[in-house]
């Protein structure tokens, strides 16, 4: 990926994953992407502090996720990283929808119709209409 920053920030968010914070986990990424990453960026010290502290406040036991972390934290991203080049991911964003690489936009809404189009019966929530602005790429993933 792109360097320290991003690999303690990958073992964590694999960590809350592997120790069954499913909930918590979305609440989590939505609040890290807001407000940690930008005031964060690139500052591996200012991201394990406020991660612990957005952990603690969704509900996550920080201290768990951070003894993960140190113990399994290689390994748990060694196998994320192992399924994304079984179904042929070479970089970022790639979404794959059973097994398919689906290439769409980057909106909420066209990531949403590409998902729900997997579906034989979409559920409800596919009738809901999101955000169709897009984001343009930055870096070189």
């Given at each position: 990926?792109?360097?320290?920053?991003?690999?303690?920030?990958?073992?964590?968010?694999?960590?809350?994953q592997n120790l069954g914070y499913k909930t918590e986990y979305w609440n989590?990424?939505?609040?890290?992407?807001?407000?940690?990453?930008?005031?964060?960026?690139?500052?591996i010290d200012c991201d394990l502090e406020e991660s612990t502290k957005l952990m603690d406040s969704v509900g996550i036991n920080s201290?768990?996720?951070?003894?993960?972390?140190?113990?399994?934290?290689?390994?748990?991203?060694?196998?994320?990283?192992?399924?994304?080049?079984?179904?042929?991911?070479?970089?970022?964003?790639?979404?794959?929808?059973?097994?398919?690489?689906?290439?769409?936009?980057?909106?909420?809404?066209?990531?949403?119709?590409?998902?729900?189009?997997?579906?034989?019966?979409?559920?409800?929530?596919?009738?809901?209409?999101?955000?169709?602005?897009?984001?343009?790429?930055?870096?070189?993933?």
């Open positions: 990926g792109h360097g320290d920053f991003e690999e303690q920030q990958n073992k964590i968010q694999a960590c809350i989590y990424a939505e609040q890290f992407v807001s407000d940690i990453y930008p005031k964060c960026a690139g500052d201290k768990a996720v951070l003894i993960c972390v140190d113990k399994d934290g290689e390994s748990l991203l060694e196998a994320d990283y192992n399924k994304a080049k079984e179904v042929g991911v070479t970089g970022s964003p790639t979404l794959v929808i059973n097994g398919a690489k689906a290439s769409v936009s980057r909106t909420a809404e066209a990531y949403k119709q590409a998902i729900c189009s997997a579906y034989e019966n979409a559920p409800a929530t596919c009738e809901t209409e999101l955000d169709s602005t897009g984001s343009t790429a930055s870096g070189n993933c």
